[in-house]
């Protein structure tokens, strides 16, 4: 029999509910994963998507057919699964989240014992043949659990989660004052997505004035999908720093694993620009440790690192590449201009706490705004955010626009997608991992008209293709 089994990405599964990802396959998975990953204790979450508890349901139920013990953290974040495959004694994490993507879709980001990251290069694939055999011996739809199973044991780990959060960012006795003296105001956009369960039990413990939006977990996402990157949502968030003449702007996505910026006028600050600042803030703790980067924007990252006296190293886009080449490289800190940040002492992970927590304590250090931390970086070093088209031939196409420029290019590697680098302006092209999408990133050497000309230039030609229409 053959299945759908389109969900399996290169690094998590992911698919619209339920043509894509339904009970029946979750209770596969559960399966699979006692039965390919070993795993006989296993601790799950979910976000608020309205899919997420029958999906849950069906996981546990799979797993405990298998013989795995389950513990359910419920509404959570994916670090927070993370924190617990990280310091609990269990085989495997798996959190059920969507991210930031529309409400009819839904995910599994799984961990091994430790937070290792379970990708295609590391037993995806696997549990995706696994899945496809086991449908196979089941055909039988709707034989998943339509309730919760029982021996599936709750536990919440959030005070510890949130205790090393306070002790590794330094907030537990820091005095962060805004360049007024008064306590920093920062508009904190949860998005209707889990952020705001750990922030209202944060906040108390931290010098700030929160303006609090969107708190309460809402899988019907009133307010729209947690997609801090869509223009709609941006631009209500850059609203709300100006009406409340707040010091920045904090939105996070659906599982809070990101965390985006805006500075005290509203102005989206691009992920790329915090890379740079976080990789200082921990080469002050580690001198001389790797910083891992993406191959999408990178100019401005290597020259900070190497001022601070760190070691740039490139890897692969994606949470699950990105932490094995942390860990391979034993990274103290590594960043994706899509606003991963991952952390070497948080089991090389992704947080979404983390890096606002850090960069708030650098403002308070340095007595500085976020406009004036970054401003002359964005000038240094101007790009084009991610833009993203449809095309019917994305391998063609990236042959056809490297044939046309590479031959004038002095760097040219294949990492991930096509990389070209010219004397004042490189570019990215590189296929979605988990969508259909061709991306481009652009960038220059302090000069934005060049970025804006070769960027026009670039989509122009992708835009003429046959087949090619907007994201």
Same mark, same amino acid.
């Given at each position: 029999?053959?299945?759908?089994?389109?969900?399996?990405?290169?690094?998590?599964?992911?698919?619209?509910?339920?043509?894509?990802?339904?009970?029946?396959?979750?209770?596969?998975?559960?399966?699979?994963?006692?039965?390919?990953?070993?795993?006989?204790?296993?601790?799950? $979450?979910?976000?608020?998507?309205?899919?997420? !508890?029958?999906?849950?349901? %069906?996981? *546990? =139920?799979?797993?405990? +057919?298998?013989? &795995?013990?389950?513990?359910?953290?419920?509404?959570?974040?994916?670090?927070?699964?993370?924190?617990?495959?990280?310091?609990?004694?269990?085989?495997?994490?798996?959190?059920?989240?969507?991210?930031?993507?529309?409400?009819?879709?839904?995910?599994?980001?799984?961990?091994?014992?430790?937070?290792?990251?379970?990708?295609?290069?590391?037993?995806?694939?696997?549990?995706?043949?696994?899945?496809?055999?086991?449908?196979?011996?089941?055909?039988?739809?709707?034989?998943?659990?339509?309730?919760?199973?029982?021996?599936?044991?709750?536990?919440?780990?959030?005070?510890?989660?949130?205790?090393?959060?306070?002790?590794?960012?330094?907030?537990?006795?820091? $005095?962060?004052?805004?360049?007024?003296?008064? !306590?920093?105001?920062?508009? %904190?956009? *949860? =998005?209707?997505?889990? +952020?705001?369960? &750990?922030?209202?039990?944060?906040?108390?413990?931290?010098?700030?004035?929160?303006?609090?939006?969107?708190?309460?977990?809402?899988?019907?996402?009133?307010?729209?999908?947690?997609?801090?990157?869509?223009?709609?949502?941006?631009?209500?968030?850059?609203?709300?720093?100006?009406?409340?003449?707040?010091?920045?702007?904090?939105?996070?996505?659906?599982?809070?694993?990101?965390?985006?910026?805006?500075?005290?006028?509203?102005?989206?600050?691009?992920?790329?620009?915090?890379?740079?600042?976080?990789?200082?803030?921990?080469?002050?703790?580690?001198?001389?440790?790797?910083?891992?980067?993406?191959?999408?924007?990178?100019?401005?990252?290597?020259?900070?690192?190497?001022?601070?006296?760190?070691?740039?190293?490139?890897?692969?886009?994606?949470? *699950?590449?990105?932490?094995?080449?942390?860990? &391979?490289?034993?990274?103290?800190?590594?960043?994706?201009?899509?606003?991963?940040?991952?952390?070497?002492?948080?089991?090389?992970?992704?947080?979404?706490?983390?890096?606002?927590?850090?960069?708030?304590?650098?403002?308070?250090?340095?007595?500085?705004?976020?406009?004036?931390?970054?401003?002359?970086?964005?000038?240094?070093?101007?790009?084009?955010?991610?833009?993203?088209?449809?095309?019917?031939?994305?391998?063609?196409?990236?042959?056809?626009?490297?044939?046309?420029?590479?031959?004038?290019?002095?760097?040219?590697?294949?990492?991930?997608?096509?990389?070209?680098?010219?004397?004042?302006?490189?570019?990215?092209?590189?296929?979605?991992?988990?969508?259909?999408?061709?991306?481009?990133?652009?960038?220059?050497?302090?000069?934005?008209?060049?970025?804006?000309?070769?960027?026009?230039?670039?989509?122009?030609?992708?835009?003429?293709?046959?087949?090619?229409?907007?994201?």
């Amino acid at each position: 029999m053959t299945h759908d089994l389109s969900c399996f990405k290169a690094y998590d599964i992911r698919g619209r509910v339920p043509a894509a990802l339904n009970p029946d396959l979750a209770r596969a998975l559960g399966r699979a994963v006692a039965e390919v990953l070993g795993a006989r204790n296993v601790v799950v $979450g979910r976000d608020a998507r309205l899919s997420g !508890p029958s999906l849950r349901d %069906a996981l *546990a =139920g799979g797993l405990l +057919a298998a013989g &795995a013990r389950v513990t359910d953290l419920g509404l959570c974040g994916t670090e927070e699964i993370y924190y617990a495959a990280a310091h609990q004694p269990f085989d495997a994490g798996i959190m059920i989240t969507g991210s930031h993507n529309p409400a009819d879709e839904n995910g599994f980001k799984l961990v091994r014992a430790g937070a290792v990251p379970v990708s295609g290069d590391s037993g995806l694939h696997e549990l995706r043949d696994c899945v496809a055999r086991l449908l196979d011996e089941n055909p039988a739809r709707g034989a998943a659990p339509t309730s919760a199973p029982e021996g599936v044991r709750r536990a919440c780990f959030r005070p510890d989660y949130l205790s090393w959060l306070l002790d590794y960012s330094g907030m537990r006795a820091a $005095g962060v004052r805004s360049a007024t003296g008064r !306590p920093l105001k920062i508009v %904190a956009d *949860a =998005g209707n997505g889990c +952020a705001g369960l &750990a922030l209202r039990e944060l906040a108390p413990a931290l010098p700030f004035e929160f303006v609090c939006r969107q708190m309460e977990p809402d899988g019907h996402f009133p307010n729209g999908v947690p997609n801090p990157l869509l223009p709609e949502k941006r631009q209500a968030t850059a609203q709300a720093v100006r009406q409340a003449g707040a010091d920045l702007g904090i939105a996070w996505d659906g599982d809070f694993d990101r965390c985006f910026f805006y500075d005290s006028e509203g102005r989206f600050i691009e992920g790329y620009y915090l890379i740079g600042l976080l990789a200082g803030e921990l080469l002050r703790r580690f001198p001389g440790g790797k910083i891992i980067h993406d191959t999408r924007v990178y100019w401005n990252t290597r020259e900070m690192v190497l001022a601070a006296g760190g070691t740039p190293v490139m890897g692969k886009t994606g949470h *699950a590449f990105m932490k094995e080449r942390m860990r &391979a490289e034993d990274a103290v800190y590594g960043g994706e201009m899509s606003a991963h940040h991952y952390f070497r002492d948080f089991a090389y992970c992704d947080s979404g706490m983390l890096p606002w927590l850090l960069i708030t304590a650098l403002l308070g250090r340095t007595g500085a705004p976020l406009a004036e931390l970054v401003s002359a970086r964005m000038a240094a070093y101007p790009c084009s955010g991610e833009i993203n088209r449809r095309v019917a031939d994305a391998p063609g196409l990236m042959r056809k626009l490297r044939d046309r420029y590479a031959g004038a290019a002095r760097h040219e590697d294949h990492l991930d997608g096509l990389n070209l680098e010219f004397a004042d302006w490189r570019f990215n092209l590189r296929m979605s991992n988990t969508e259909p999408l061709l991306r481009l990133n652009v960038e220059s050497r302090a000069n934005a008209a060049l970025l804006e000309d070769k960027t026009g230039e670039l989509l122009r030609l992708i835009d003429a293709e046959e087949g090619t229409s907007p994201a």
